[in-house]
């Protein structure tokens, strides 16, 4: 919020911070950020719906800790930076993720905010890229489960379930 000049008084203008889009409980529910009416009548609805119940294996793989014990991120962590070696995908389970770029004057952008449960890094270990193509930090603390390239590629080839899961996400 931020007051202007309106004459002799200021004049209260309030600035709305938008939700992140597409965030999930755990259990297939998605807000979407924004009231059910405007929600609803979202286009890309049903691919919200679909990324957040599409996540049901890569839940339960955690939950039976078949993917480690999950990863604490403190607010504004960089968990890995555009440019780093890829070494794993990660699936988060708790919390928000800011996917950001760096622009030319050292700032950097935020393209994309994650919100729990969803998996990331997944172009990377999938593809043939050796480092990252983006970076990722926590957006006011996080969760995550980091699944190393062998287990990830392992779980990708014996689960079709979570294979399928990955693709559709």
Not at 17 to 29: E, F, L, M, R, T
Not at 34 to 53: C, I, M, N, T
Not at 90 to 103: K, N
Request: aromatic share 6%; hydrophobic share 40%; with cysteine.
């Amino acid at each position: 919020n931020f007051s202007k000049s309106g004459g002799n008084r200021p004049v209260h203008v309030p600035v709305p911070v938008p939700a992140p889009i597409g965030h999930a409980d755990g259990y297939g529910n998605v807000d979407g950020g924004l009231p059910p009416p405007l929600f609803e009548k979202l286009p890309g609805r049903r691919r919200l719906l679909s990324s957040a119940v599409g996540m049901r294996t890569w839940t339960r793989l955690a939950a039976a800790s078949n993917l480690g014990a999950p990863i604490a991120l403190p607010d504004r962590e960089v968990l890995f930076d555009s440019g780093d070696a890829v070494h794993a995908a990660f699936l988060l389970v708790d919390g928000y993720v800011e996917i950001f770029h760096h622009v030319e004057d050292g700032r950097s952008m935020v393209v994309r905010v994650l919100g729990a449960p969803c998996l990331f890094g997944v172009a990377e270990t999938c593809g043939v890229e050796t480092h990252y193509l983006e970076g990722v930090r926590a957006l006011g603390g996080a969760s995550v489960h980091r699944i190393e390239l062998q287990r990830f590629h392992e779980l990708l080839r014996t689960d079709p379930a979570a294979a399928l899961e990955c693709l559709a996400g």
